[in-house]
């Protein structure tokens, strides 16, 4: 028989050590995503039309991925900031000083362009403070509250103090729009009560530094009853589990603070607390069963996140997902390589930004959402993320350090 061939020595050193080198990681494309939001900053494309009522969350988007990318400044001269922020207080709406009326109390915050109502800019010496809202005012001409939330962080982000913001009639506002049963609708005329605007609210009084315009025991048994049999949170009560209303809702309760941010099922009654004591802090718990939830969040993991069961995976849920779990602070339980591996498939490599999916062309939510994640895990030349505003923690500074609502 003839012998079986050996193998040189050098040869199989060779072998085993390519075996045991690490596969090379894929690029985060840094200056290519860079270059997709300036482009985007300075003139959106065709497609996204339709979104015209929306280009201040639009805003947001470019805005703060340019600040999580750590080149804001470079990026957008003092000038155009400048510019940048009289747009955004163009766009507030604030009660007439001749006229002011009550009715027009869930008209006041931040809204979308063209609103019919003119404002007064600064270029004869007047402070541009935004537009007025009289007796005329029709309700087509209201705030959103998705567009304040919005404008608040794109003006904290652009290095504004918040001095403008007409913070009393926002709250106002507030009142109106929440519902019996604890959510809050966008605005007067749009009556889709849900976890989104649930959200939006209780970002925009943490930002204002003021919670009175929020019934928060009424946000609580919504948010508590949101929750579903799989221990993720619907948009409202009898709906489906879903990711992004997961995220509003947790980080909801993480921005109320204090008890709102127990766990129902795991609370134990003191020895010197009374039955009735103990059921009324235990009312103040916003999770029903935090370690469900958890677990629901992390069994969305495929290589990224799918936003609900047996769906695809979605680079927005990077995030809604991610920012969850970190906000209950698990996110390190979170499988850092499949995440970043799906999302450096996402990134476009011709002109940056992420799709929603491989091989799908960017847009500027995906985009933000792809860095906002990536920011999470850590990666090199993003700053790092604040969960529970979806903002840098830069700005998070700057919100307690340098606004006239939290400053000293």
């Given at each position: 028989m003839l012998a079986a061939?050996?193998?040189?020595?050098?040869?199989?050193?060779?072998?085993?050590?390519?075996?045991?080198?690490?596969?090379?990681?894929?690029?985060?494309?840094?200056?290519?995503?860079i270059q997709y939001f300036k482009r985007n900053l300075q003139m959106l494309p065709q497609p996204y039309t339709s979104q015209d009522t929306f280009r201040m969350?639009?805003?947001?988007?470019?805005?703060?991925?340019?600040?999580?990318?750590?080149?804001?400044?470079?990026t957008i001269s003092e000038a155009n900031r400048e510019a940048w922020i009289e747009w955004i207080y163009s766009q507030q709406r604030i009660p007439s000083k001749d006229s002011p009326s009550e009715d027009n109390d869930a008209l006041y915050g931040f809204g979308g362009p063209f609103s019919g109502l003119a404002f007064k800019d600064n270029t004869d010496g007047r402070q541009n403070l935004g537009c007025?809202?009289?007796?005329?005012?029709?309700?087509?001409?209201?705030?959103?509250?998705?567009?304040?939330?919005?404008?608040?962080?794109?003006?904290?982000?652009l290095g504004d103090d918040l001095s403008r913001v007409a913070r009393?009639?926002?709250?106002?506002?507030l009142k109106k729009l929440q519902q019996p049963d604890g959510s809050f609708i966008p605005c007067i005329t749009d009556y889709e009560p849900d976890m989104r605007f649930v959200y939006c609210a209780c970002a925009v009084s943490y930002i204002l530094n003021d919670w009175s315009g929020v019934d928060k025991p009424a946000v609580l048994n919504f948010i508590r009853e949101s929750q579903t049999y799989e221990h993720g949170v619907a948009q409202s009560p009898r709906h489906e589990a879903h990711g992004g209303t997961t995220y509003c809702a947790i980080a909801s309760l993480g921005l109320m603070g204090g008890d709102a941010f127990l766990d129902q099922k795991t609370m134990v009654r003191q020895e010197s607390e009374t039955e009735s004591a103990f059921e009324e802090r235990r009312a103040r718990a916003g999770f029903v069963d935090l370690e469900g939830t958890?677990?629901?969040?992390?069994?969305?993991?495929?290589?990224?996140?799918q936003g609900r069961t047996n769906k695809p995976t979605d680079t927005c849920y990077s995030f809604?997902?991610?920012?969850?779990?970190?906000?209950?602070?698990?996110?390190?339980?979170?499988?850092?390589?499949?995440?970043?591996?799906?999302?450096m498939e996402t990134q476009n490599k011709a002109i940056g930004g992420f799709g929603k999916w491989v091989d799908t062309f960017p847009d500027v939510l995906h985009s933000y959402m792809g860095i906002a994640s990536l920011g999470l895990m850590g990666e090199p030349g993003i700053r790092p993320l604040?969960?529970?505003?979806?903002?840098?923690?830069?700005?998070?500074?700057?919100?307690?350090?340098?606004?006239?609502?939290?400053?000293?």
């Open positions: 061939p050996t193998m040189d020595t050098q040869q199989q050193k060779t072998q085993h050590a390519a075996a045991d080198t690490p596969p090379e990681q894929p690029t985060f494309l840094r200056e290519k995503h969350t639009l805003g947001l988007f470019v805005l703060g991925g340019l600040e999580l990318l750590g080149c804001l400044e470079e007025e809202c009289d007796s005329h005012t029709t309700p087509y001409d209201t705030a959103h509250l998705t567009m304040t939330y919005t404008a608040l962080l794109s003006l904290i982000i009393e009639p926002i709250i106002r506002s958890r677990r629901w969040c992390l069994q969305r993991q495929t290589t990224g996140f809604w997902l991610g920012g969850a779990v970190a906000a209950i602070g698990s996110f390190d339980l979170v499988n850092f390589e499949c995440n970043r591996g799906f999302l604040e969960p529970l505003l979806n903002v840098s923690k830069r700005v998070e500074e700057r919100l307690y350090n340098e606004t006239v609502f939290w400053k000293k």
